[in-house]
T-cell receptor, first 113, second 119 residues
């Protein structure tokens, strides 16, 4: 079955460390997105990519970086510059065309220890 | 910029009853899509229903229906015959149709409404 796989499900980061969250899709979707979810704040867009080798900053890109070397993959790196990284991170993808909604992964819970 | 507002942080409904979740949005555009997503305790986001702004007919998916009032910029979700499995966080979302295929086609989410279903 097609879908989006996020890994790991839980991730712990020490202060000052960079960590990378994986997102892989086999839906042949062109666009991919990273959202951060905090209690009471809904989903906020971090980065998105419409095509391979191209991506744009979302609303809260500071302290994060991404790459899109393959259509199927859109990893997110949380750098040490991100001061409050503890959150739930959701990856999503969509087909070209605005009438489609997103397909979401199951998320990664990142905790700073 | 477009915004989506969900003014009810929490709602509660008795099993088998009907509940309506509110959503308003702000936009200057005339052509767009609206969505309701459900996030159960597993945290997997599930698309519940979709509405196209140029269609006057309200969308319906089984027990889920919307009341789309374009002039009022309102998009409420009605859940009929509520079931225990409906307990979840519900997010309203907006997607512009401007610049088809361009960088503006991202989903904008509200802050969510947490729905509890009482047995």
């Amino acid at each position: 079955d097609g879908g989006i796989t996020q890994s790991p499900k839980y991730l712990f980061r020490k202060e000052g460390q960079n960590v990378t969250l994986s997102c892989e899709q086999n839906l042949n979707h062109d666009a991919m997105y990273w959202y951060r979810q905090d209690p009471g704040q809904g989903l906020r867009l971090i980065y998105y990519s419409q095509i391979v080798n191209d991506f744009q900053k979302g609303d809260i890109a500071e302290g994060y970086s991404v790459s899109r070397e393959k259509k199927e993959s859109f990893p997110l790196t949380v750098t040490s510059a991100q001061k409050n990284p503890t959150a739930f991170y959701l990856c999503a993808s969509s087909r070209a065309g605005v009438h489609y909604g997103y397909t979401f992964g199951s998320g990664t819970r990142l905790t700073v220890v | 910029a477009q915004t989506v507002t969900q003014s009810q942080p929490e709602m509660s409904v008795q099993e088998a009853e009907t509940v309506t979740l509110s959503c308003t949005y702000d936009t200057s555009e005339s052509d767009y899509y609206l969505f309701w997503y459900k996030q159960p305790p597993s945290r997997q986001m599930i698309l519940v229903i979709r509405q196209e702004a140029y269609k006057q007919q309200n969308a319906t998916e089984n027990r889920f229906s919307v009341n789309f009032q374009k002039a009022a910029k309102s998009f409420s979700l009605k859940i009929s015959d509520s079931q225990l499995g409906d307990a979840a966080m519900y997010f309203c979302a907006y997607r512009s149709r401007e610049n088809y295929g361009g960088a503006t086609n991202k989903l904008i989410f509200g802050t969510g409404t947490l729905l509890a279903v009482q047995p």
